[in-house]
């Protein structure tokens, strides 16, 4: 048997998805500090080497509390990335070895997708500066940052397949049928006709109307809506078939 069993150290890191009021899906992003690169490109996700004595899951919790504020966060664990190389680049290595104290040549991360409300202050108790990037807008970043979010919207969509509810973490508590079909569209890169999408929506008892529209728009203004909880666990039916 080949004795050459490795020694590394054990991260999490967190994908935070947000929707924005211009109908964007965004990821969260924090500033780490190198010396010798500008602050625009050190963009990367929140993450962290796990304790000694900490499951992973917590430490994803901590993270995710750390950046947000938030104490509990919907969480979802999706994929372990352990590539040999993939804490490589010179950088990356110097950015570790200032933020552990450590040296670190080998590090499997355990990844996270979380779903955050972008009107929701956010609070970091860790990270100076904190931002929301629309997805497509999101730069080059260190370690393998950028594959994770790829897999992370690969798994988002599966995740929305399976339980939709969890589509309206996203959403503000009122919203309207054009917010929730362009979040959908955006989530699941089904092209779904509008008016189809509208009448189907209208047949879920979850989906519940108010007696409130929007105001000072310049189209025609919209009817509100609410997400009841309860009734969709009465009434859990796939949104598009």
Avoid at 88 to 111: F, L, P
Avoid at 214 to 223: I, L, M, T, Y
Wanted: charged share 30%; hydrophobic share 40%.
């Amino acid at each position: 048997m080949n004795q050459n069993f490795i020694r590394t150290y054990v991260s999490v890191d967190c994908v935070v998805f947000g929707f924005d009021h211009e109908n964007r899906l965004n990821i969260l992003l924090v500033q780490r500090h190198v010396d010798d690169i500008p602050l625009e490109k050190q963009r990367k996700l929140p993450g962290s080497l796990i304790f000694s004595d900490e499951d992973v899951d917590d430490a994803a919790q901590r993270v995710l509390h750390e950046l947000t504020g938030i104490k509990r966060m919907v969480l979802k664990q999706f994929r372990c990335f352990a590539d040999p190389m993939r804490a490589s680049n010179a950088h990356d290595i110097k950015w570790m070895d200032k933020e552990y104290k450590h040296h670190i040549d080998r590090i499997i991360t355990v990844a996270y997708l979380s779903l955050c409300k972008i009107d929701h202050k956010i609070n970091s108790t860790k990270y100076d500066t904190v931002d929301w990037y629309p997805i497509d807008e999101v730069p080059v970043l260190p370690f393998d940052h950028n594959k994770i979010i790829t897999e992370s919207l690969i798994e988002i969509r599966k995740w929305i397949e399976s339980d939709f509810s969890i589509i309206f973490e996203l959403l503000p508590k009122r919203f309207t049928i054009r917010q929730l079909y362009q979040l959908y569209s955006a989530l699941s890169e089904k092209n779904i006709d509008i008016k189809n999408f509208h009448k189907k929506i209208s047949s879920f008892p979850y989906i519940v109307p108010l007696d409130e529209i929007q105001k000072d728009v310049s189209h025609r203004a919209a009817r509100y809506y609410r997400f009841d909880a309860k009734i969709y666990k009465k009434n859990n039916t796939k949104l598009i078939k």
